[in-house]
């Protein structure tokens, strides 16, 4: 199966810095005959403290990816948090993903399956990958296509997350598509003071590491300067990253 390729910035921040993620996505695009969807988040409606940074909203963030769909043809995935949010999302993107801390919300997932969207589902932090068989039959039972699992780490004690990589053959004996989350399972959660804390050092070896266990697919989120991302930025990857790591995990 041909890999898919997930990357983008965790946030709407502007138009601005959407087009430039999106030229270089185009870039690698042709440069390696690939089709990596875009990525961005309207609403961070999980972020650590009320005074976080959250994003445009719906309406208004639903217009600026529209615009780089138009304007760059690249395939769009973005998150829900609530059920009304499925239709007006599905009308706009090609992908609609549930957070992890979402996925056995029976509503959420029914609403996502009935655009006819692909759905991306992640798994939750404190399920194990054989677990995610239930939310893909939420899912499938009402009338999702298309569903992918993705693997993001599991909550081991306090301010961080481990990755068990055996979860991705498990997932993969529910579904054909399992992506590996190699930016968000290098967070430590609430450990930057108010701020979800990280360490994007261990970005590269996740996707190496999730290839050898057998993923499909691959989620990175990038920045053109991560220390100034306005969320998740200490596991965000530098955009100027991202074709050497496309690189390696194409040649191994």
Known sequence: MENVFICGP???ESMELLDTVAKELVRLNQKYGINIIFKASF???????????????????????NEIKTKYGLRLLTDIHESYQAEPVGKVVDVIQIPAFLCRQTDLLVAAAKTGKIVNIKKAQFLSGQDMKYPVEKAKESGAQEVWLTERGNTFGYNNLVVDFRNIPDMLEIVPTVIMDCTHSVQRPGAGDGKTSGDRRF????????KAFGATGYFFEVHPNPDLGLS?????????????????????
């Open 203 to 210: 970005v590269p070896s996740m996707a190496l590491a999730a």
């Open 232 to 252: 998740d930025g200490p596991n965000m990857l530098p955009l100027d990253q991202l074709d050497s790591l496309i690189n390696k995990i194409l040649k191994k």
């Open 10 to 12: 965790c946030v709407i």
């Open 43 to 65: 609403d961070k409606a999980n972020r650590t403290s009320i005074h976080s940074f959250r994003g445009p909203g719906m309406e208004k963030g639903l217009q600026m990816l």
